[in-house]
């Protein structure tokens, strides 16, 4: 056989596999929280502990998250007219920065670490707003529905 001077160059491959855990900081759990609710507070965390393993916390988050919005659908209709609305924003986020930082991981460890990187802050970005439109479904679609059930002939 003859060499074929237009074939590609033998070359053998190998893959590199990625050793690094993508998490999210203390700080874009908390703008995730601020920018995606309540259904932003529980996907961060979430997503953290399932990327550090921690399948029981996922799951506990999965459950407080449920209890924390059917709180918030049973309480907001008894809250005072003047009552700030940015409280329960602010207590959500308080709550997603403690979590990440006592429980996960906190910005210094994933700066330190060659096992951590950080989640891109685009990521943080849009799933924040799909998280805004699955909040506002969550906490507004109960009311709509009562509303139009009331409408019905």
């Known amino acids: 056989m003859s060499h074929n001077p237009y074939a590609a160059p033998a070359a053998t491959l190998s893959q590199t596999a990625s050793t690094t855990v993508a998490l999210y900081s203390p700080t874009q759990a908390a703008s995730g929280a601020l920018l995606g609710g309540p259904v932003g507070l529980i996907y961060f965390l979430r997503q953290n502990f399932v990327m550090l393993?921690?399948?029981?916390?996922?799951?506990?988050?999965?459950?407080?998250?449920?209890?924390?919005?059917?709180?918030?659908?049973?309480?907001?209709?008894?809250?005072?007219?003047?009552?700030?609305s940015s409280l329960i924003t602010i207590v959500y986020i308080v709550i997603a920065r403690y979590v990440a930082e006592k429980h996960q991981a906190t910005k210094q460890v994933i700066t330190e670490s060659a096992e951590y990187t950080f989640q891109s802050n685009w990521n943080v970005f849009g799933m924040g707003l799909l998280c805004f439109l699955a909040s506002l479904t969550v906490l507004i679609g109960p009311y709509l529905a009562l509303y139009a059930l009331r409408l019905a002939p």
């Open 53 to 84: 393993g921690n399948k029981s916390a996922a799951r506990m988050c999965w459950i407080l998250g449920a209890l924390l919005i059917a709180t918030i659908l049973v309480v907001l209709p008894f809250l005072p007219a003047k009552f700030p």
